[in-house]
């Protein structure tokens, strides 16, 4: 039972562009939606997070929008950066119960951004 | 700050044998988690510390997988006996107790081949 889905393995764009990377859930308990970035032979590290109960959360060149309606975020970076090219997750934690501060994991986004 | 901490790096063994882990969270941080990254999938949590007691393991295959947290700070996680399917990362990552949970720091990882 896959919760929290990102249906693109890949994304593609070119530098100084818009980076848009997706998110679907299927649990309305979520309480916090978080990005993660991975460079290869590295561990996730936190980017940005946004509370159940907020719509946007911004941080410099991140933007995270959260539709609870669709149950759908996304991760806007702008501008692209070469630097950004990593894979990117979409996370997401359940609020209460016994395991507080468990996190389930989407697939991943490959994010390329070309010079 | 010193970050999470992990050996070894990578490790091959052959089915049936056994192999051990080794993680070591940010100074002073309570909750403890072992994840599991197949190739192309997102972290998929195996179990869950808070100081040196379990908090989740329900996604931990007991049959094989074993894990400890000797006096709430370092950890391993063992495998015995591997197979085949094991072939993964396995991400330590340490977050601090509370609402500050939800942000979860990550080790390098241990890439482990079982042949």
């Known amino acids: 039972d896959q919760q929290v889905k990102q249906n693109s393995p890949s994304l593609s764009v070119q530098e100084g562009r818009i980076s848009i990377l997706n998110c679907d859930y299927t649990n309305s308990m979520f309480d916090y939606f978080l990005w993660y970035k991975k460079y290869p032979a590295e561990g996730p590290t936190f980017l940005i997070s946004i509370s159940s109960i907020k719509d946007k959360n911004e941080d410099g060149r991140f933007t995270v929008f959260l539709n609870k309606s669709a149950k759908h975020l996304s991760l806007h970076i702008v501008p692209s950066q070469p630097g950004d090219s990593a894979v990117y997750f979409c996370?997401?934690?359940?609020?209460?119960?016994?395991?507080?501060?468990?996190?389930?994991f989407g697939q991943g986004t490959i994010l390329t951004v070309h010079p | 700050e010193a970050g999470v901490a992990q050996s070894p790096r990578y490790k091959i063994i052959e089915k049936r044998q056994s192999v051990a882990f080794w993680c070591n969270p940010i100074s002073g941080h309570a909750t403890l988690y072992w994840y599991q990254q197949i190739l192309g999938q997102g972290p998929k949590l195996l179990i869950q510390f808070q100081n040196n007691g379990v908090v989740d393991d329900s996604q931990l295959p007991k049959d094989r997988f074993s894990a400890e947290r000797l006096k709430g700070v370092d950890s391993t996680l063992k495998i015995q006996p591997a197979k085949l399917e094991d072939s993964a990362v396995y991400l330590c990552?340490?977050?601090?107790?509370?609402?500050?949970?939800?942000?979860?720091?990550f080790g390098p990882g241990t890439r482990l081949t079982v042949t």
């Open positions: 996370a997401a934690r359940k609020a209460g119960g016994t395991s507080y501060g468990k996190l389930t």
């Open positions: 990552a340490s977050s601090p107790a509370g609402l500050l949970s939800y942000e979860q720091y």
